[in-house]
């Protein structure tokens, strides 16, 4: 496996790893100047990108011809975070288009263990995501197979939603397994976040922080981000 996602995985739990980092969500970009809104969040960390299908969640956002016209247009990882049901129908096509990672949702069900062995196989990293209201209990069974987990601090769906702090735990149990068994993985931290739970969100154990409104929202995407990324830090000792 190769690429800089991987790379940086390495990295994880060591002092060498400068996090927070910053994922900026296209969700929330205008999409009428996307090519201008790839350059605006080009000092992000990785671009993430979400796929809903009308189905898992009740919106649709887009698809292959976006994820295909952003690979091209930026130099970011590609984070594929997909909320469609029967994700593994789809694995290879965003692999084919340089997703550096792949996340499924729990909550989607079928075969997960296979669906994150076929994530890796494709050549990308196996991301989990967990709704809120989903355990950490209920899916320690499948961290042994995950590069990334996606712990979703609002219902997922939509962007500009508030911030659930009832997840702040899962993330302290997340951060712990993956201490104690000795286990890599990135934990991910996607919705409602901004300045001011930035720096709990990364203090309970949060590698990469995803942030739409609170990056494009603004007129200074850099800016915006660069504070997220002190605010994340705030906290650490
Ligand atoms: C929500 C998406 C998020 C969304 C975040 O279902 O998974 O990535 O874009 O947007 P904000 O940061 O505005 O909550
Ligand atoms: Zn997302």
């Given amino acids: 496996m190769v690429g800089k996602l991987a790379s940086q995985l390495n990295k994880v739990g060591q002092k060498g790893f400068d996090k927070p980092l910053i994922a900026p969500s296209l969700l929330s970009a205008d999409f009428i100047d996307l090519k201008n809104e790839l350059v605006r969040v080009k000092d992000g960390d990785l671009i993430h990108l979400d796929i809903m299908d009308g189905s898992f969640v009740p919106n649709i956002s ?6 295909a016209a952003v690979s091209k247009n930026t130099d970011l990882p590609l984070d594929v975070h997909l909320m469609i049901d029967r994700p593994e129908r789809y694995i290879y096509e965003f692999a084919k288009l340089k997703a550096q990672a792949i996340t499924v949702h729990f909550e989607a069900g079928g075969h997960l263990h296979r669906t994150l062995v076929a994530i890796r196989e494709a050549g990308a990293l196996a991301g989990l995501a967990l709704n809120p209201g989903t355990s950490f209990e209920s899916v320690v069974a499948l961290l042994p197979y995950v590069d990334l987990v996606l712990v979703m601090s609002v219902d997922p769906g939509f962007g500009g939603q508030s911030f659930i702090p009832e997840v702040l735990p899962k993330i302290r149990m997340l951060d712990k397994y993956r201490t104690t068994q000795s286990k890599r993985f990135f934990i991910s931290v996607d ?7 930035a720096g709990v969100v990364v203090q309970a154990g949060a590698d990469i922080l995803v942030a739409g409104s609170a990056v494009f929202g603004t007129s200074d995407a850099s ?6 990324k002190e605010a994340g830090k705030s906290r650490l000792l």
């Fill in 223 to 228: 800016l915006a981000m660069l504070k997220l």
């Fill in 62 to 67: 887009f698809g292959f011809p976006v994820v």
């Fill in 191 to 197: 919705g409602g976040i901004n300045e001011k739970n």
